[in-house]
C-alpha cells in the first residue's frame, strides 16, 4: 500500500486498517506504532497536523505495522519498555521487560540493602531500578551474554546509576567474588515441556537463553539455592521470580539447603511470582 499524500491521525489509522494484517493488531498498538513512527510519544500525536504525516512518516508506519501483525513486540520494535518507573532499552539480546517482574524490585525493596548482586541481569531492569530508589546502594550485575550486558550498561548511564554499578559477565557465581546484603534473580525458568506453548511474542523475540535452562526448568534455583548463601552477608536475602506453577519446588529446593524464612508472594493476577527467603545462621 503506498501514500500518495499527507495524512491527519484517523486518515493515518484508517489507512492501517486497510492494510491486510493490520486489522490483527490491537489499537492501542496501532497509535504507538503511529507515533513511533512519527517520532512522538502517544500523547504527542494530538499536537500533529496533517503536514506531519508525511508519505515518509505512513511509509515507516505501514513497515512497522507489517512487523507487529508478525507477532514482534511493540517494545522490541520501539527498542525500550516502561517498568518501574523508568523507561529501559531493549534490544532482541535481553528479555522483555514483563510487569510481574516488578514484584521482584517490589519485594526486595521491602527491608533495606546497601549492596545487591543480580544473577541473570538481562537489560537490568530489576538491578538498576533498585539502585535507582536506594541513593546509597551499589550494585554488580552479572550476565551470560556480551550483549545483555552492553544494553543493561546503556541502561545505567540513562538512570544515572552508572557510577555504583560493575557489570560481570559470568555463568552464575564464577565470577563473583564478595557479600551482598540481597541477591535477586528472574532466571530463565521456563521448562522444555512449556516451551511449545508460549506465545510467538516472547518464542520468537525473546533469547531463548533468558527463556529456558532446558529439563525442568529448576536448575537455575538448585544452582542458586547450593551456592548464593556464600555470597550473602549474616542473613542476607533473596528475592527470585518464579513460574507461576513453580512455588513449592523452588521452596523444597531451598528449603533442602536450609533457607530460612522461605516466603512465596504473588502476582497482580494473584498467581505464585516471588519467592524470598533468608540465609540460614549456619550457611
Not at 518464579?242 to 504473588?266: E, M, N, R, S
Request: glycine share 10%; with cysteine; net charge negative.
Amino acid at each position: 500500500m503506498s501514500v500518495a499524500g499527507a495524512v491527519s491521525p484517523a486518515q493515518a489509522l484508517a489507512l492501517a486498517l486497510a492494510s491486510g494484517g493490520a486489522w490483527s493488531v490491537d489499537a492501542g498498538d496501532r497509535r504507538a506504532l503511529l507515533a513511533h513512527a512519527a517520532g512522538v510519544s502517544a500523547g504527542g500525536l494530538i499536537m500533529l497536523g496533517c503536514d506531519d504525516f508525511t508519505p515518509e512518516v505512513m511509509a515507516r508506519y505501514l513497515t512497522l505495522l507489517e512487523r507487529r501483525a508478525g507477532g514482534e513486540p511493540v517494545s522490541k520494535i520501539r527498542g525500550q519498555r516502561a517498568f518501574w518507573m523508568h523507561d529501559f532499552i531493549v534490544t532482541p539480546d535481553v528479555l522483555d521487560p514483563r510487569p510481574e517482574t516488578e514484584e521482584v524490585v517490589r519485594a526486595a525493596l521491602a527491608a533495606p540493602f546497601e549492596t545487591v548482586l543480580d544473577l541473570g541481569l538481562g537489560s537490568g531492569c530489576i538491578l538498576l531500578s533498585l539502585l535507582a530508589e536506594r541513593a546509597g546502594a551499589r550494585g554488580v550485575g552479572v550476565d551470560l551474554s556480551a550483549p545483555a550486558l552492553d544494553v543493561a550498561r546503556a541502561n545505567a548511564a540513562a538512570l544515572n546509576v552508572a557510577d555504583r554499578v560493575a557489570f560481570l559477565q559470568s555463568d552464575w557465581f564464577t565470577a563473583v567474588r564478595g557479600r551482598f546484603d540481597l541477591i535477586v534473580s528472574n532466571p530463565p525458568y521456563i521448562s522444555d515441556a512449556e516451551m511449545a506453548d508460549l506465545s510467538v511474542e516472547v518464542r520468537d523475540y525473546d533469547p531463548h537463553l533468558a527463556l529456558t535452562p532446558g529439563g525442568d526448568g529448576l536448575a537455575p534455583y538448585r544452582i542458586i539455592a547450593a551456592q548464593a548463601g556464600a555470597f550473602l552477608t549474616d542473613q542476607g536475602r533473596l528475592v527470585l521470580e518464579i513460574g507461576w506453577q513453580q512455588g513449592a519446588g523452588v521452596c523444597a529446593i531451598l528449603a533442602a539447603k536450609g533457607w530460612q524464612d522461605i516466603t512465596v508472594l504473588p502476582d497482580m493476577d494473584g498467581r505464585d511470582r516471588v519467592v524470598t527467603a533468608r540465609k540460614s545462621r549456619n550457611r
